[in-house]
């Protein structure tokens, strides 16, 4: 069976279920947070205003729902730390840790003032590499050298380092604003992430067993159960009718601390990383599709608009919550076909991963998802809170 080799036999899954307490107390600090912060914005008027065109809520919801997932988050890495202190490793793990939450801390500050100034895309896109850099700082980037190796090509750490470089800014950028793209939904972008951190986590665990790295393995699993608790903290306020939004802050984010998971998964062996990337599928479709889309139509590819994915899902006549419910049902399908693909050869998993791309890419196509009919860019419009 394909998942028959998914517990390695270097560690067993105790080792793993170690780091537990790093889930609850980011959950628990996430949800407190999260209150406390809708309290907060409601008296300072900082809400999400509806207007004619991109946002159709009937009334004022709160934002600075980013800034509980972000407490949740710091509250369980630093747990994580903890529990690590005794490991070999500490010093690398504590560094890289403490790099995604410094990346993490800038990403959301600047979606925090956007949210608040409505800065241009130049700014957003300069605090987002801004926040790269952190993860640069501390060696975080891919190993080149691995995927080097299956070319029989060699690779000197300087080259590995310039070509590393800009692809953490990319994957950074893309991963971002792809989530942020998607948080078009009361309760879809952060149900979205909890499935693709959920198989994050069991890629880590799977990982983790197999005793690839000293430093990855530990860091990789506590950044999810960090992640996970901080989303779950936030959801029950998010779920329609929302009391809260994650707002640009929160969306960018989780899309940072995604971006750096899928880093750390090119840590060594290439089709990991090719499963991490298909595990992002349905971000990377939605923005992929909303961009495509808008170059055919000769539109503003930076403006936002109410086609993507799960706009048109509404449009034709889907209700909101099946519309949310289909969205997580296919970020589940493409976090499953990531899982299999860690499960087989490398050359087994870059052909999966070509097959996986032109099936969607059909998909879109055959269902007319790069059409833009009206003036929100979609089939009709939807019917507020459907």
């Known amino acids: 069976m394909i998942f028959s080799e998914f517990v390695g036999p270097e560690r067993p899954l105790s080792w793993s279920l170690q780091f ?42 709160a934002y600075l729902g980013g800034m509980g997932i972000l407490a949740g ?7 994580g730390v903890v ?42 896109f300069s605090g987002q590499i801004v926040a790269a850099v952190a993860l640069l700082v501390v060696g975080i980037y891919p190993g080149l050298h691995h995927t080097a190796n299956y070319f029989n090509w060699e690779m000197s750490p300087n080259i590995e380092l310039a070509l590393g470089i800009p692809i953490v800014i990319f994957f950074v950028l893309g991963a971002t604003n792809s989530l942020n793209l998607l948080d078009g939904l009361d309760g879809l972008c952060g149900g979205v992430t909890v499935i693709i951190t959920i198989a994050l986590l069991l890629l880590s665990v799977h990982r983790a067993t197999w005793g690839f790295s000293e430093t990855g393995d530990p860091v990789r699993i506590i950044v999810c159960l960090g992640l996970v608790g901080g989303v779950l903290g936030f959801l029950p306020f998010n779920r329609h009718p929302a009391k809260i939004f994650m707002g640009d802050a929160g969306s960018m984010l989780l899309g940072f601390v995604v971006a750096a998971m ?18 992002f599928g349905l971000p990377i479709l939605d923005t992929a599709t909303a961009l495509v889309r808008r170059k055919l139509n000769k539109k503003p590819l930076f403006v936002s608009d109410r ?80």
């Open 83 to 124: 529990l690590l202190k005794d490991m070999e490793g500490f010093d690398k793990s504590l560094k890289w840790l403490l790099g995604i939450l410094a990346g993490g801390g800038i990403a959301c500050f600047v979606g925090l003032v956007d949210d608040l100034m409505d800065i241009r895309p130049w700014q957003k």
């Open 307 to 386: 086609g993507h994915i799960y706009d048109q899902l509404m449009d034709r006549g889907i209700p909101l919550k099946k519309t949310v419910a289909i969205c997580y049902g296919l970020a589940g399908l493409y976090a499953f076909i990531g899982l299999a693909m860690s499960q087989i050869g490398t050359w087994e998993a870059f052909g999966a991963y070509i097959i996986v791309v032109i099936a969607s890419a059909l998909v879109i196509w055959k269902k007319g998802f790069l059409k833009m009919e009206g003036h929100r860019g979609a089939v009709k419009k939807p019917e507020v809170g459907s």
């Open 262 to 279: 899928m880093i750390l998964f090119a840590e060594q062996v290439p089709r990991w990383w090719m499963a991490s990337i298909v595990i």
């Open 20 to 61: 537990w307490p790093v889930g609850v107390c980011s959950f628990i600090v996430a949800l407190a947070a999260t209150w406390l912060c809708k309290k907060i914005a409601l008296k300072l008027g900082i809400v999400d205003r509806p207007n004619a065109t991109v946002k159709t809520h009937a009334e004022p919801v």
């Open 73 to 79: 988050l710091t509250v369980g890495i630093l747990a």
